[in-house]
């Protein structure tokens, strides 16, 4: 008997999965689909920019600066005696721009971009009004998710870029204010076995995580149950499973791109 329930538990939990990779799938689907409806996401697009990326412009100068100084300042006291200082400036770069600014950035925009995001759609679909675009002949995932996926794969390099750049200078400026690193030595660390395809692969990864937010955020609310209550177990689950995404996505740009960094 207990092998059975076994048995039994593991089919429907194997059930829920496929079932909800079926829905994610045919989500996916409706959001290509919405492509011809031209009429409909481009202006929203434009809006869903501005809120996702400029508005978020600040935070991530914050969370970036704080990030750049703090992994400075432990790279420095963490080198061996006799290690070359520009060595700071080569571990800077390679952890801000292949993995710290990328990530960091994308799970920070998690919350403040894909919870106002679930909560946005969600609420939209407890008080009807995505049925009331359905009865005015609009698609609600051409006005709603289509421009959000758009947005997210646009603004997140842009904002991921603009984070290394803040990161990369808050650790110069906490070297030469608070170590005996001179600029010079950072510079020649930052030059170290330096190839362009880091940048690209620091892209690759802000636009996967960019279209992970938005499709999850909006996945989550569009199917949102009724009520407050509703509304807020979406949008934790739609932070959670982001969050999840974000890093599988990441562990697997690595295990694919990674060969291709080195200089």
Request: contains cysteine; aromatic residues 8%; hydrophobic residues 55%.
């Amino acid at each position: 008997m207990p092998l059975i329930a076994t048995w039994r538990a593991l089919g429907k939990g194997t059930r829920a999965v496929l079932r909800e990779i079926g829905a994610h799938g045919y989500y996916l689907r409706d959001i290509a689909r919405a492509i011809s409806e031209t009429d409909t996401w481009p202006r929203e697009t434009i809006r869903q920019m501005r809120v996702i990326g400029v508005e978020s412009v600040l935070l991530t100068i914050i969370v970036a600066a704080f990030l750049g100084g703090v992994t400075a300042f432990q790279t420095r006291f963490q080198l061996f005696p006799g290690v070359q200082l520009s060595a700071v400036g080569l571990i800077a770069r390679q952890s801000i721009v292949l993995e710290l600014g990328p990530l960091l950035t994308a799970l920070v925009l998690t919350g403040r971009v894909g919870a106002r995001m679930t909560a946005e759609i969600g609420t939209m679909r407890v008080t009807e009004q995505i049925d009331a675009l359905e009865t005015l002949a609009y698609d609600p995932v051409a006005f709603l998710s289509l421009p959000r996926l758009l947005a997210g794969l646009v603004m997140l390099p842009a904002l991921v870029m603009l984070a290394n750049v803040a990161a990369i200078g808050s650790a110069w400026l906490t070297l030469i204010l608070a170590t005996d690193v001179r600029t010079v030595d950072f510079v020649d660390g930052l030059r170290i076995a330096f190839i362009p395809f880091q940048v690209v692969y620091s892209l690759i990864k802000a636009t996967a995580f960019g279209g992970a937010i938005a499709f999850v955020c909006s996945y989550q609310g569009y199917i949102a149950q009724a009520g407050a209550e509703g509304v807020g177990k979406a949008t934790a689950r739609a932070v959670v499973i982001t969050s999840v995404a974000i890093l599988t996505l990441d562990a697997i740009v690595a295990a694919v791109f990674a060969p291709f960094v080195q200089a």
